[in-house]
DNA sequence: CGATCCTTTGATATGTTTCAAGCTTAGTGG
DNA sequence: CCACTAAGCTTGAAACATATCAAAGGATCG
Protein backbone atom coordinates (compact mmCIF):
# COMPACT_ATOMS: atom_id res chain seq x y z
CA UNK A 1 0.00 0.00 0.00
CA UNK A 2 2.63 2.56 -1.01
CA UNK A 3 1.70 6.03 -1.66
CA UNK A 4 2.20 6.31 -5.49
CA UNK A 5 2.87 10.18 -7.19
CA UNK A 6 -0.29 10.63 -8.03
CA UNK A 7 -2.96 8.69 -5.87
CA UNK A 8 -5.95 10.59 -7.84
CA UNK A 9 -6.15 7.55 -10.25
CA UNK A 10 -5.92 4.55 -7.54
CA UNK A 11 -9.33 3.50 -7.91
CA UNK A 12 -9.08 3.08 -11.88
CA UNK A 13 -5.36 1.32 -11.05
CA UNK A 14 -7.13 -0.96 -8.20
CA UNK A 15 -10.19 -2.60 -10.88
CA UNK A 16 -7.33 -2.82 -13.62
CA UNK A 17 -5.27 -4.86 -11.31
CA UNK A 18 -8.37 -6.66 -9.77
CA UNK A 19 -8.58 -8.57 -13.30
CA UNK A 20 -5.45 -8.17 -15.02
CA UNK A 21 -1.91 -8.70 -14.00
CA UNK A 22 0.22 -5.63 -13.51
CA UNK A 23 3.67 -5.17 -12.36
CA UNK A 24 5.05 -1.81 -10.48
CA UNK A 25 5.90 -0.37 -14.13
CA UNK A 26 2.93 -0.81 -14.99
CA UNK A 27 0.73 0.69 -12.35
CA UNK A 28 3.59 3.64 -11.67
CA UNK A 29 2.84 4.55 -15.23
CA UNK A 30 -0.88 4.10 -14.89
CA UNK A 31 -0.71 6.69 -11.64
CA UNK A 32 1.69 9.05 -13.70
CA UNK A 33 -0.72 9.52 -16.53
CA UNK A 34 -2.10 13.37 -17.11
CA UNK A 35 -6.12 14.29 -16.31
CA UNK A 36 -8.06 17.06 -15.83
CA UNK A 37 -10.46 16.93 -12.78
CA UNK A 38 -14.12 18.13 -13.00
CA UNK A 39 -16.87 17.51 -10.71
CA UNK A 40 -20.54 17.15 -12.36
CA UNK A 41 -24.29 16.90 -11.05
CA UNK A 42 -26.70 14.53 -11.09
CA UNK A 43 -28.40 13.82 -14.59
CA UNK A 44 -25.12 15.01 -16.61
CA UNK A 45 -24.29 13.74 -19.43
CA UNK A 46 -21.10 12.76 -19.58
CA UNK A 47 -20.76 11.80 -23.20
CA UNK A 48 -24.05 11.99 -25.41
CA UNK A 49 -24.50 9.87 -28.42
CA UNK A 50 -23.30 11.04 -31.39
CA UNK A 51 -20.09 12.69 -29.84
CA UNK A 52 -16.87 12.74 -31.37
CA UNK A 53 -14.94 11.62 -28.15
CA UNK A 54 -11.32 12.52 -27.42
CA UNK A 55 -10.56 11.77 -24.34
CA UNK A 56 -11.60 8.89 -21.91
CA UNK A 57 -13.17 9.20 -18.26
CA UNK A 58 -12.54 7.65 -15.55
CA UNK A 59 -14.92 7.75 -12.68
CA UNK A 60 -13.23 8.74 -9.40
CA UNK A 61 -16.31 8.91 -7.04
CA UNK A 62 -19.98 8.90 -7.67
CA UNK A 63 -22.40 6.70 -9.51
CA UNK A 64 -22.70 6.77 -13.26
CA UNK A 65 -24.59 5.12 -16.07
CA UNK A 66 -24.86 4.50 -19.78
CA UNK A 67 -28.01 4.62 -21.50
CA UNK A 68 -29.74 4.70 -25.27
CA UNK A 69 -32.75 5.85 -26.33
CA UNK A 70 -35.07 4.14 -29.00
CA UNK A 71 -36.89 6.34 -31.66
CA UNK A 72 -40.52 6.46 -29.51
CA UNK A 73 -38.45 8.09 -26.75
CA UNK A 74 -37.74 5.49 -24.22
CA UNK A 75 -34.47 5.08 -22.61
CA UNK A 76 -32.72 1.22 -21.85
CA UNK A 77 -29.47 1.73 -18.85
CA UNK A 78 -26.87 -0.20 -20.50
CA UNK A 79 -24.81 -0.63 -17.25
CA UNK A 80 -24.26 1.04 -14.09
CA UNK A 81 -20.86 2.58 -13.21
CA UNK A 82 -18.81 3.59 -9.88
CA UNK A 83 -15.87 4.31 -8.38
CA UNK A 84 -12.99 3.63 -10.81
CA UNK A 85 -14.33 2.70 -13.98
CA UNK A 86 -13.61 3.67 -17.32
CA UNK A 87 -16.63 5.19 -18.42
CA UNK A 88 -15.97 5.45 -22.05
CA UNK A 89 -13.13 3.49 -23.07
CA UNK A 90 -15.97 1.89 -25.24
CA UNK A 91 -17.10 5.03 -27.06
CA UNK A 92 -13.52 6.78 -27.15
CA UNK A 93 -12.02 3.94 -29.81
CA UNK A 94 -14.87 4.20 -31.77
CA UNK A 95 -14.88 7.68 -32.82
CA UNK A 96 -18.52 8.39 -32.74
CA UNK A 97 -20.29 7.91 -29.58
CA UNK A 98 -23.50 5.08 -30.18
CA UNK A 99 -24.88 5.64 -26.66
CA UNK A 100 -24.64 8.20 -23.66
CA UNK A 101 -23.41 8.37 -20.29
CA UNK A 102 -24.76 9.94 -17.50
CA UNK A 103 -24.33 11.25 -14.15
CA UNK A 104 -26.27 9.36 -11.66
CA UNK A 105 -24.92 10.91 -8.47
CA UNK A 106 -22.95 13.50 -8.56
CA UNK A 107 -19.23 12.82 -9.70
CA UNK A 108 -15.85 13.31 -9.71
CA UNK A 109 -13.97 12.62 -12.74
CA UNK A 110 -10.64 12.69 -14.39
CA UNK A 111 -10.51 13.19 -17.70
CA UNK A 112 -7.36 11.58 -20.04
CA UNK A 113 -6.81 12.26 -23.21
CA UNK A 114 -7.14 9.70 -25.72
CA UNK A 115 -3.32 9.97 -27.03
CA UNK A 116 -2.00 9.62 -23.10
CA UNK A 117 -3.87 6.54 -23.13
CA UNK A 118 -3.08 4.79 -26.41
CA UNK A 119 0.82 5.93 -25.59
CA UNK A 120 0.63 4.48 -22.44
CA UNK A 121 -1.06 1.11 -23.35
CA UNK A 122 1.75 1.15 -26.39
CA UNK A 123 4.45 1.32 -23.89
CA UNK A 124 3.44 -1.42 -21.35
CA UNK A 125 2.43 -4.76 -22.53
CA UNK A 126 0.69 -5.52 -19.61
CA UNK A 127 -1.46 -2.25 -19.50
CA UNK A 128 -2.67 -2.72 -23.44
CA UNK A 129 -3.85 -6.24 -22.05
CA UNK A 130 -5.58 -4.40 -18.87
CA UNK A 131 -7.58 -1.59 -20.73
CA UNK A 132 -8.61 -4.43 -23.42
CA UNK A 133 -9.49 -6.89 -20.60
CA UNK A 134 -11.66 -4.45 -19.02
CA UNK A 135 -13.38 -3.44 -22.46
CA UNK A 136 -14.00 -7.17 -22.53
CA UNK A 137 -15.12 -7.62 -19.26
CA UNK A 138 -17.90 -4.44 -19.75
CA UNK A 139 -19.01 -6.79 -22.83
CA UNK A 140 -19.76 -9.65 -20.85
CA UNK A 141 -21.56 -7.51 -18.39
CA UNK A 142 -23.74 -6.44 -21.17
CA UNK A 143 -24.38 -10.01 -22.29
CA UNK A 144 -25.69 -10.55 -18.47
CA UNK A 145 -27.73 -7.88 -18.87
CA UNK A 146 -29.05 -9.26 -22.49
CA UNK A 147 -30.20 -12.56 -20.63
CA UNK A 148 -31.11 -10.87 -17.60
CA UNK A 149 -33.66 -8.50 -19.70
CA UNK A 150 -34.34 -11.19 -22.17
CA UNK A 151 -35.35 -13.86 -20.50
CA UNK A 152 -35.93 -13.51 -16.51
CA UNK A 153 -39.40 -11.67 -14.92
CA UNK A 154 -39.12 -8.71 -12.77
CA UNK A 155 -38.33 -10.47 -9.56
CA UNK A 156 -35.55 -11.88 -10.92
CA UNK A 157 -34.09 -9.50 -13.03
CA UNK A 158 -34.40 -6.87 -10.07
CA UNK A 159 -32.65 -9.36 -7.71
CA UNK A 160 -29.57 -10.09 -10.74
CA UNK A 161 -29.68 -5.82 -10.28
CA UNK A 162 -29.14 -5.79 -6.82
CA UNK A 163 -26.23 -8.94 -6.62
CA UNK A 164 -24.31 -7.14 -9.13
CA UNK A 165 -24.31 -3.86 -7.58
CA UNK A 166 -23.33 -5.28 -4.34
CA UNK A 167 -20.26 -7.31 -5.22
CA UNK A 168 -19.14 -4.47 -7.13
CA UNK A 169 -19.58 -2.49 -4.64
CA UNK A 170 -17.82 -4.84 -2.04
CA UNK A 171 -14.73 -4.95 -4.72
CA UNK A 172 -14.27 -1.69 -4.91
CA UNK A 173 -13.85 -1.46 -1.52
CA UNK A 174 -16.77 0.92 -0.87
CA UNK A 175 -19.18 -0.66 1.08
CA UNK A 176 -19.71 -1.78 5.04
CA UNK A 177 -21.45 -4.75 5.26
CA UNK A 178 -24.25 -6.13 3.37
CA UNK A 179 -25.31 -2.40 3.08
CA UNK A 180 -24.54 -0.15 -0.10
CA UNK A 181 -25.69 3.06 -1.80
CA UNK A 182 -28.49 2.57 -4.55
CA UNK A 183 -28.73 5.88 -5.77
CA UNK A 184 -31.62 5.33 -7.93
CA UNK A 185 -35.02 6.04 -8.34
CA UNK A 186 -37.59 3.23 -9.20
CA UNK A 187 -38.32 4.68 -12.48
CA UNK A 188 -34.49 4.46 -13.36
CA UNK A 189 -34.45 0.36 -11.71
CA UNK A 190 -37.19 0.52 -14.43
CA UNK A 191 -35.19 1.67 -17.30
CA UNK A 192 -32.69 -0.81 -16.19
CA UNK A 193 -33.94 -3.63 -16.18
CA UNK A 194 -36.81 -3.30 -19.05
CA UNK A 195 -39.93 -2.56 -16.28
CA UNK A 196 -42.24 -0.01 -15.55
CA UNK A 197 -41.82 1.93 -12.65
CA UNK A 198 -45.14 0.80 -11.23
CA UNK A 199 -44.03 -2.64 -11.28
CA UNK A 200 -40.43 -2.35 -10.34
CA UNK A 201 -42.45 -0.70 -7.05
CA UNK A 202 -44.30 -3.68 -6.28
CA UNK A 203 -41.92 -6.18 -7.36
CA UNK A 204 -39.31 -4.36 -4.67
CA UNK A 205 -42.37 -4.31 -2.38
CA UNK A 206 -42.58 -7.98 -2.41
CA UNK A 207 -38.40 -8.35 -2.00
CA UNK A 208 -39.04 -6.52 1.19
CA UNK A 209 -41.38 -8.54 2.42
CA UNK A 210 -40.06 -11.89 1.90
CA UNK A 211 -37.10 -10.65 3.78
CA UNK A 212 -34.60 -10.68 1.16
CA UNK A 213 -33.80 -6.85 1.38
CA UNK A 214 -34.58 -3.53 3.27
CA UNK A 215 -34.42 -0.57 1.76
CA UNK A 216 -33.08 2.85 3.09
CA UNK A 217 -32.62 6.36 1.84
CA UNK A 218 -30.71 6.33 -1.30
CA UNK A 219 -29.21 2.71 -0.04
CA UNK A 220 -30.12 -0.74 0.20
CA UNK A 221 -29.36 -3.70 2.70
CA UNK A 222 -29.03 -6.92 2.05
CA UNK A 223 -30.91 -9.26 4.35
CA UNK A 224 -30.50 -12.27 2.89
CA UNK A 225 -27.79 -12.72 0.34
CA UNK A 226 -28.07 -16.28 0.10
CA UNK A 227 -32.12 -16.15 -1.20
CA UNK A 228 -31.63 -12.79 -3.06
CA UNK A 229 -28.99 -14.76 -5.52
CA UNK A 230 -31.32 -17.68 -5.75
CA UNK A 231 -34.27 -15.09 -6.15
CA UNK A 232 -32.08 -13.30 -8.69
CA UNK A 233 -30.38 -16.32 -11.07
CA UNK A 234 -27.32 -14.66 -9.96
CA UNK A 235 -23.66 -16.49 -10.62
CA UNK A 236 -20.60 -13.74 -10.23
CA UNK A 237 -18.85 -15.50 -12.97
CA UNK A 238 -19.71 -13.22 -15.41
CA UNK A 239 -18.03 -9.93 -13.48
CA UNK A 240 -14.46 -12.18 -14.11
CA UNK A 241 -12.90 -10.77 -10.88
CA UNK A 242 -10.71 -12.95 -10.43
CA UNK A 243 -7.39 -11.85 -9.59
CA UNK A 244 -6.98 -10.94 -6.00
CA UNK A 245 -6.34 -7.46 -5.60
CA UNK A 246 -2.57 -6.39 -4.83
CA UNK A 247 -1.37 -3.33 -2.80
CA UNK B 1 -7.95 -7.54 -55.36
CA UNK B 2 -4.60 -9.12 -55.12
CA UNK B 3 -4.23 -13.12 -53.74
CA UNK B 4 -2.24 -13.44 -50.96
CA UNK B 5 -0.62 -16.47 -49.59
CA UNK B 6 -3.56 -17.46 -47.50
CA UNK B 7 -6.38 -16.41 -48.88
CA UNK B 8 -8.24 -19.02 -46.08
CA UNK B 9 -8.17 -16.23 -43.30
CA UNK B 10 -9.57 -13.61 -46.29
CA UNK B 11 -12.85 -13.17 -45.01
CA UNK B 12 -11.52 -12.28 -41.63
CA UNK B 13 -8.87 -9.64 -42.84
CA UNK B 14 -11.87 -7.92 -44.64
CA UNK B 15 -13.84 -7.54 -41.95
CA UNK B 16 -10.98 -5.95 -39.38
CA UNK B 17 -10.55 -3.95 -42.61
CA UNK B 18 -13.68 -2.44 -42.79
CA UNK B 19 -13.59 -0.81 -39.28
CA UNK B 20 -9.83 -0.37 -38.60
CA UNK B 21 -7.42 1.18 -41.03
CA UNK B 22 -4.68 -1.76 -41.92
CA UNK B 23 -1.80 -1.22 -44.80
CA UNK B 24 -0.16 -4.17 -46.61
CA UNK B 25 2.14 -5.19 -43.90
CA UNK B 26 -0.54 -5.53 -41.08
CA UNK B 27 -2.96 -7.51 -43.83
CA UNK B 28 0.04 -9.93 -44.57
CA UNK B 29 0.90 -10.75 -41.21
CA UNK B 30 -2.54 -11.07 -40.60
CA UNK B 31 -3.27 -13.07 -43.76
CA UNK B 32 -0.10 -15.41 -42.75
CA UNK B 33 -1.29 -16.48 -39.52
CA UNK B 34 -1.07 -19.85 -38.38
CA UNK B 35 -4.51 -21.98 -38.59
CA UNK B 36 -5.70 -25.17 -38.03
CA UNK B 37 -8.85 -25.85 -40.47
CA UNK B 38 -12.23 -27.43 -39.07
CA UNK B 39 -15.69 -28.21 -39.83
CA UNK B 40 -18.57 -28.72 -37.36
CA UNK B 41 -22.48 -29.55 -38.00
CA UNK B 42 -25.39 -27.64 -36.79
CA UNK B 43 -25.91 -27.50 -32.94
CA UNK B 44 -22.30 -28.51 -31.97
CA UNK B 45 -20.99 -26.66 -29.30
CA UNK B 46 -17.69 -24.40 -30.54
CA UNK B 47 -17.23 -23.24 -27.45
CA UNK B 48 -19.30 -24.04 -23.90
CA UNK B 49 -19.68 -22.15 -21.00
CA UNK B 50 -16.81 -22.37 -18.27
CA UNK B 51 -14.54 -23.86 -20.90
CA UNK B 52 -10.48 -22.78 -20.48
CA UNK B 53 -10.00 -21.28 -24.31
CA UNK B 54 -6.99 -21.58 -25.74
CA UNK B 55 -7.22 -20.70 -29.35
CA UNK B 56 -9.53 -18.59 -31.09
CA UNK B 57 -12.15 -19.60 -33.77
CA UNK B 58 -12.45 -17.03 -37.11
CA UNK B 59 -15.66 -18.57 -38.81
CA UNK B 60 -14.67 -19.20 -42.53
CA UNK B 61 -18.57 -19.89 -43.90
CA UNK B 62 -21.57 -20.38 -42.03
CA UNK B 63 -23.50 -19.07 -39.19
CA UNK B 64 -22.49 -19.46 -35.98
CA UNK B 65 -24.55 -17.75 -32.69
CA UNK B 66 -23.32 -16.88 -28.96
CA UNK B 67 -25.80 -17.81 -25.86
CA UNK B 68 -26.46 -18.25 -22.62
CA UNK B 69 -29.13 -20.11 -20.28
CA UNK B 70 -30.51 -19.06 -17.40
CA UNK B 71 -31.11 -21.41 -14.05
CA UNK B 72 -34.30 -21.97 -15.28
CA UNK B 73 -33.08 -23.25 -18.55
CA UNK B 74 -34.26 -20.75 -20.76
CA UNK B 75 -31.67 -19.70 -23.61
CA UNK B 76 -30.74 -16.47 -24.82
CA UNK B 77 -28.92 -15.75 -28.30
CA UNK B 78 -26.50 -13.00 -27.73
CA UNK B 79 -25.11 -12.61 -31.15
CA UNK B 80 -25.37 -14.12 -34.03
CA UNK B 81 -21.97 -14.39 -36.37
CA UNK B 82 -21.38 -14.96 -39.84
CA UNK B 83 -18.36 -15.09 -42.10
CA UNK B 84 -15.13 -13.53 -41.32
CA UNK B 85 -16.37 -12.71 -37.44
CA UNK B 86 -13.57 -13.91 -34.60
CA UNK B 87 -16.60 -15.64 -32.70
CA UNK B 88 -14.29 -15.78 -29.51
CA UNK B 89 -11.31 -13.36 -28.99
CA UNK B 90 -14.15 -12.30 -26.36
CA UNK B 91 -13.78 -15.45 -24.49
CA UNK B 92 -10.34 -16.52 -25.14
CA UNK B 93 -8.69 -13.49 -23.43
CA UNK B 94 -10.74 -13.81 -20.23
CA UNK B 95 -9.56 -17.06 -19.13
CA UNK B 96 -12.46 -19.29 -18.74
CA UNK B 97 -15.81 -18.86 -21.09
CA UNK B 98 -18.80 -16.59 -19.95
CA UNK B 99 -21.06 -17.99 -22.37
CA UNK B 100 -21.60 -20.06 -25.32
CA UNK B 101 -20.78 -20.64 -28.52
CA UNK B 102 -22.55 -22.61 -31.02
CA UNK B 103 -22.92 -23.46 -34.62
CA UNK B 104 -26.25 -22.68 -36.25
CA UNK B 105 -25.41 -23.75 -39.87
CA UNK B 106 -22.48 -26.05 -41.15
CA UNK B 107 -20.11 -24.00 -40.39
CA UNK B 108 -16.06 -24.38 -41.52
CA UNK B 109 -13.67 -22.50 -39.19
CA UNK B 110 -10.06 -21.99 -38.37
CA UNK B 111 -8.43 -22.37 -34.99
CA UNK B 112 -5.39 -19.45 -34.33
CA UNK B 113 -4.04 -19.80 -30.79
CA UNK B 114 -3.96 -17.77 -28.34
CA UNK B 115 -0.52 -16.72 -28.62
CA UNK B 116 -0.23 -16.26 -32.53
CA UNK B 117 -2.85 -13.71 -31.63
CA UNK B 118 -0.88 -12.18 -29.08
CA UNK B 119 2.26 -11.88 -31.09
CA UNK B 120 1.01 -10.85 -34.00
CA UNK B 121 -1.10 -8.14 -32.20
CA UNK B 122 1.97 -6.98 -30.01
CA UNK B 123 4.50 -7.18 -33.45
CA UNK B 124 1.76 -5.04 -35.60
CA UNK B 125 0.03 -1.87 -33.07
CA UNK B 126 -2.35 -1.51 -35.92
CA UNK B 127 -3.37 -5.14 -35.71
CA UNK B 128 -3.83 -4.57 -31.95
CA UNK B 129 -6.21 -1.81 -32.23
CA UNK B 130 -8.12 -4.04 -34.80
CA UNK B 131 -8.90 -6.80 -33.00
CA UNK B 132 -9.63 -4.55 -29.97
CA UNK B 133 -11.61 -2.50 -32.32
CA UNK B 134 -13.89 -5.73 -33.00
CA UNK B 135 -14.26 -6.85 -29.53
CA UNK B 136 -15.68 -2.94 -28.98
CA UNK B 137 -17.90 -3.32 -32.18
CA UNK B 138 -19.24 -6.49 -30.50
CA UNK B 139 -19.61 -5.07 -27.00
CA UNK B 140 -21.88 -2.15 -29.12
CA UNK B 141 -23.80 -4.43 -30.70
CA UNK B 142 -24.66 -6.01 -27.41
CA UNK B 143 -26.05 -2.57 -25.94
CA UNK B 144 -28.11 -2.49 -29.31
CA UNK B 145 -29.70 -5.77 -28.39
CA UNK B 146 -30.33 -5.34 -24.42
CA UNK B 147 -32.37 -2.15 -25.69
CA UNK B 148 -33.90 -4.06 -28.31
CA UNK B 149 -34.90 -6.88 -25.97
CA UNK B 150 -35.77 -4.43 -23.36
CA UNK B 151 -37.54 -1.61 -24.99
CA UNK B 152 -39.17 -2.60 -28.02
CA UNK B 153 -42.13 -4.92 -28.64
CA UNK B 154 -42.26 -7.81 -30.64
CA UNK B 155 -42.39 -6.65 -33.91
CA UNK B 156 -39.80 -4.31 -33.36
CA UNK B 157 -37.34 -6.80 -32.09
CA UNK B 158 -37.88 -9.15 -35.20
CA UNK B 159 -37.73 -6.18 -37.63
CA UNK B 160 -34.37 -4.90 -35.93
CA UNK B 161 -32.68 -8.18 -36.34
CA UNK B 162 -33.64 -8.64 -39.54
CA UNK B 163 -32.11 -5.02 -40.31
CA UNK B 164 -29.28 -6.15 -38.36
CA UNK B 165 -28.67 -9.52 -40.53
CA UNK B 166 -29.08 -7.81 -43.60
CA UNK B 167 -27.18 -5.44 -43.61
CA UNK B 168 -23.73 -7.48 -41.74
CA UNK B 169 -24.55 -9.89 -44.62
CA UNK B 170 -24.49 -7.07 -47.49
CA UNK B 171 -21.30 -5.74 -45.49
CA UNK B 172 -19.69 -9.52 -45.51
CA UNK B 173 -20.36 -9.60 -49.55
CA UNK B 174 -22.45 -12.49 -49.16
CA UNK B 175 -26.17 -11.41 -50.32
CA UNK B 176 -27.05 -11.00 -53.68
CA UNK B 177 -29.57 -7.62 -53.57
CA UNK B 178 -32.39 -8.24 -50.76
CA UNK B 179 -32.79 -11.36 -50.39
CA UNK B 180 -30.16 -13.49 -47.78
CA UNK B 181 -29.92 -16.33 -45.36
CA UNK B 182 -31.44 -16.44 -42.41
CA UNK B 183 -31.13 -19.78 -41.01
CA UNK B 184 -32.90 -20.30 -38.13
CA UNK B 185 -35.78 -22.12 -36.69
CA UNK B 186 -38.53 -19.34 -34.97
CA UNK B 187 -37.48 -20.62 -31.54
CA UNK B 188 -34.29 -19.50 -32.23
CA UNK B 189 -35.64 -16.17 -33.50
CA UNK B 190 -37.42 -16.60 -30.07
CA UNK B 191 -34.46 -17.21 -28.29
CA UNK B 192 -32.70 -13.84 -29.76
CA UNK B 193 -35.36 -11.69 -29.30
CA UNK B 194 -36.67 -12.80 -25.82
CA UNK B 195 -40.38 -13.78 -27.07
CA UNK B 196 -41.29 -17.73 -27.78
CA UNK B 197 -41.44 -19.11 -31.15
CA UNK B 198 -45.42 -18.70 -30.84
CA UNK B 199 -45.48 -15.21 -30.68
CA UNK B 200 -42.59 -14.92 -33.09
CA UNK B 201 -44.61 -17.21 -35.84
CA UNK B 202 -47.61 -14.45 -35.40
CA UNK B 203 -45.28 -11.29 -35.39
CA UNK B 204 -43.72 -12.92 -39.07
CA UNK B 205 -47.17 -13.80 -40.56
CA UNK B 206 -47.84 -9.83 -39.83
CA UNK B 207 -45.07 -8.60 -41.18
CA UNK B 208 -45.65 -10.37 -44.12
CA UNK B 209 -49.24 -9.34 -44.81
CA UNK B 210 -47.95 -6.06 -44.12
CA UNK B 211 -45.48 -6.33 -47.36
CA UNK B 212 -42.38 -5.71 -45.38
CA UNK B 213 -40.82 -9.14 -45.91
CA UNK B 214 -41.09 -12.55 -47.70
CA UNK B 215 -40.21 -15.52 -45.90
CA UNK B 216 -38.35 -18.67 -48.45
CA UNK B 217 -36.90 -21.54 -46.84
CA UNK B 218 -33.82 -20.40 -44.83
CA UNK B 219 -34.05 -17.36 -46.30
CA UNK B 220 -35.78 -13.61 -46.26
CA UNK B 221 -36.27 -11.17 -48.89
CA UNK B 222 -36.52 -7.65 -47.88
CA UNK B 223 -39.74 -5.68 -50.00
CA UNK B 224 -39.74 -2.89 -48.38
CA UNK B 225 -36.57 -2.12 -46.81
CA UNK B 226 -37.91 1.65 -45.42
CA UNK B 227 -40.63 0.15 -43.48
CA UNK B 228 -38.87 -2.72 -42.36
CA UNK B 229 -36.40 -0.14 -41.02
CA UNK B 230 -38.84 2.06 -39.66
CA UNK B 231 -40.83 -0.94 -38.12
CA UNK B 232 -37.61 -2.13 -36.41
CA UNK B 233 -36.78 1.21 -35.02
CA UNK B 234 -32.99 0.82 -36.93
CA UNK B 235 -30.49 2.85 -36.89
CA UNK B 236 -27.60 0.89 -38.65
CA UNK B 237 -24.88 3.39 -36.72
CA UNK B 238 -24.40 1.04 -33.53
CA UNK B 239 -22.70 -1.28 -36.12
CA UNK B 240 -19.58 0.67 -36.42
CA UNK B 241 -19.12 -0.36 -40.60
CA UNK B 242 -16.71 3.04 -40.80
CA UNK B 243 -14.59 2.86 -43.42
CA UNK B 244 -14.10 1.79 -46.84
CA UNK B 245 -13.97 -1.58 -47.40
CA UNK B 246 -10.20 -1.75 -49.46
CA UNK B 247 -8.98 -4.09 -51.51
C1' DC C 1 -42.36 -43.32 -46.78
C1' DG C 2 -42.17 -42.97 -42.14
C1' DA C 3 -40.22 -40.05 -38.48
C1' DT C 4 -38.77 -36.05 -36.73
C1' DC C 5 -38.46 -31.42 -36.56
C1' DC C 6 -40.61 -27.09 -37.69
C1' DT C 7 -44.59 -24.16 -38.46
C1' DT C 8 -49.25 -22.83 -37.82
C1' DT C 9 -53.65 -22.22 -35.42
C1' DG C 10 -56.87 -21.65 -31.47
C1' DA C 11 -58.25 -20.92 -26.69
C1' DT C 12 -56.99 -19.49 -22.35
C1' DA C 13 -53.93 -17.73 -18.73
C1' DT C 14 -50.79 -14.38 -16.86
C1' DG C 15 -47.30 -10.87 -16.10
C1' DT C 16 -46.78 -6.44 -17.02
C1' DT C 17 -48.38 -1.97 -18.64
C1' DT C 18 -51.27 1.90 -18.55
C1' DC C 19 -53.76 5.44 -16.49
C1' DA C 20 -55.01 8.02 -12.75
C1' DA C 21 -54.96 9.56 -8.25
C1' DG C 22 -53.29 10.11 -3.52
C1' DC C 23 -49.35 10.05 -0.55
C1' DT C 24 -44.58 10.96 1.20
C1' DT C 25 -40.34 13.07 1.23
C1' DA C 26 -36.84 16.43 0.50
C1' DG C 27 -35.65 20.71 -0.90
C1' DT C 28 -36.63 26.02 -1.25
C1' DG C 29 -37.83 30.53 -0.30
C1' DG C 30 -40.41 33.64 2.39
C1' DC D 1 -39.61 27.32 10.78
C1' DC D 2 -43.41 26.86 8.02
C1' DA D 3 -45.69 26.66 3.73
C1' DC D 4 -45.03 25.36 -0.87
C1' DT D 5 -43.42 22.69 -4.62
C1' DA D 6 -41.60 19.14 -7.20
C1' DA D 7 -40.01 14.71 -7.38
C1' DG D 8 -40.56 10.25 -6.17
C1' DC D 9 -43.21 6.51 -4.10
C1' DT D 10 -47.55 3.84 -3.49
C1' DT D 11 -52.13 2.10 -4.58
C1' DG D 12 -56.07 0.38 -7.44
C1' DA D 13 -58.59 -0.96 -11.59
C1' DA D 14 -58.66 -2.00 -16.26
C1' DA D 15 -56.33 -3.08 -20.70
C1' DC D 16 -52.92 -5.40 -23.32
C1' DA D 17 -49.10 -7.89 -25.11
C1' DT D 18 -47.20 -11.96 -24.73
C1' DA D 19 -46.95 -16.70 -22.70
C1' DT D 20 -48.76 -21.23 -22.19
C1' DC D 21 -50.87 -25.35 -23.59
C1' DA D 22 -52.40 -28.37 -26.95
C1' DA D 23 -53.07 -30.18 -31.34
C1' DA D 24 -52.93 -30.25 -36.33
C1' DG D 25 -50.54 -29.43 -40.59
C1' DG D 26 -46.09 -29.09 -43.48
C1' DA D 27 -41.42 -29.84 -44.45
C1' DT D 28 -37.31 -32.37 -44.78
C1' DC D 29 -34.36 -36.29 -44.80
C1' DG D 30 -32.65 -40.65 -44.21
Redesign the pocket.
Known sequence: MHTPTSPVLAPMVHKLASRSPLGPADTAALLALPYRLATRDPGTYLVREGDRADSCIVLLSGFAYRSKMTGDGDRQILSIHLQGDLVDLQNSLLEVADHNVQALTRVELAYISQEAILDVAAAYPAVTQAFWRDTLVDASVFREWILNVGQR???Q?ISHLLCELALRQEAAGICEGPRFEWPM???QV?DAT????????????RLREDGLIS?G?KSVTITNWQDLQDAGDFNSAYLHQCFALPA
Open positions: DARRTQEGGLTNVHVNRTLQLS
